[in-house]
């Protein structure tokens, strides 16, 4: 068995096909966690998950669904027809999802300051508001006991910051490329590291070769990110073997061991 603890199947991405992925990701007894990013996708990931073997599903908001009329983005056809910035954080809504035992974990949530308005008040006003809602939704998981699954974009300092106020809660850092001193401090806070493609267009061999392997945890974040020996444009769970297949390179161990060790931790976290 191996894990991808980071999947979007409920996006638009798969309309066309979704069952055959599905069927795809089975066949090759990948297991895999379909994260929300918002409400709406958080709902389908805890269908997809009810209604197949091997699926789980992660319930959250990302930062770039947070309500404000700070910033205006263009829409992404692959998650879906949504308009970025425009979903008000429901706690009672997301926890109505948790009552499937199916979820294991919120997610993905976080903060994420790459986009952001011009001028310093409101910059500091947009990033203000990520973090209240981050904040509420830590709250929700350390009430429901659930690991957390973090998404972080230039805003390391500020992650770490908050997370040392809730020592406890544990999770990965999803899609990991902060350096390894960052690195460092979220494992001492107890949190997994997050591996997926991204090592194939960022240098994360430092990082990867001194993180123990008990430490991570791989994922695909499909439909992105998807590995140049893939061979096609989008992404999907089978694919998360060539990201335990380069960790391996990197730290010069079996494939075998690699996806030993992180399919135990993946099952240690998020119970399954």
């Known amino acids: 068995m191996i894990i991808d603890t980071h999947s979007h199947l409920s996006f638009k991405a798969y309309d066309k096909d979704r069952d055959e992925v599905i069927k795809r990701t089975q066949k090759e007894g990948v297991v895999c966690i379909d994260v929300g ?102 709250n929700l998981a350390k009430e429901l006991n659930f690991p957390v699954i973090i998404h972080c974009r230039m805003a390391h300092d500020d992650i770490i910051k908050i997370l040392e106020n809730y020592k406890g809660i544990a999770g990965v850092i999803h899609c990991f490329t902060g350096n390894w001193e960052q690195a460092q401090k979220y494992m001492d806070l107890g949190f997994y590291i997050g591996i997926n493609g991204i090592i194939f267009k960022l240098d994360l061999d430092e990082v990867i070769k001194k993180v123990p392997l008990e430490k991570i945890l791989t994922e695909t974040d499909c439909p992105y990110l998807t590995p140049p020996a893939a061979g096609t444009e989008r992404n999907e769970p089978i694919f998360v073997k060539y990201v335990i297949k380069k960790i391996a390179e990197i730290k010069n161990i079996s494939f075998e061991k690699v996806a030993d060790i992180t399919t135990q931790n993946a099952k240690s976290l998020f119970q399954i």
């Open 37 to 138: 990013t918002k409400y709406e996708t958080s709902k389908y990931a805890v269908e997809l998950a009810k209604k197949n073997e091997g699926m789980y599903a992660a319930i959250g908001m990302h930062p770039i669904h947070i309500k404000t009329d700070l910033l205006k983005l263009k829409m992404d056809e692959e998650e879906g027809a949504f308009e970025p910035f425009g979903e008000e954080f429901d706690k009672e809504r997301y926890k109505e999802l948790v009552k499937s035992k199916k979820v294991v974990a919120i997610g993905e949530i976080g903060l994420d300051y790459y986009y952001r308005p011009k001028g310093t008040a409101k910059t500091e006003k947009f990033k203000e508001k990520q973090r209240e809602v981050f904040i509420s939704q830590l």
